[in-house]
């Protein structure tokens, strides 16, 4: 019985560590640009954020959007 808990545990863990890690921009959205990773200067246009992918982070939770964040993922690439 103890072998099973612990099989159990170890499985939830796992789950949880997996749902927490999934960043949907940062998995999905493929090479993060250098106009996606640097912040626009003063006078330039914001840069425009992934709708879907943000929408579906905050479905996995806040983690996954601190990442995308983070990396530079949620932002729309440019198109030059």
Do not use: H, W
Request: proline share 5%; glycine share 6%.
């Amino acid at each position: 019985m103890k072998n099973l808990t612990s099989k159990n545990l170890v499985l939830v863990l796992l789950i949880s560590v997996t749902l927490f890690s999934t960043s949907c921009a940062t998995i999905l959205g493929g090479r993060v640009s250098t106009a996606q990773r640097t912040k626009p200067e003063t006078g330039e246009p914001a840069r425009k954020i992934r709708v879907v992918a943000l929408v579906a982070d905050f479905c996995f939770g806040i983690v996954p959007v601190i990442v995308d964040f983070a990396t530079g993922a949620i932002y729309r690439p440019e198109n030059k």
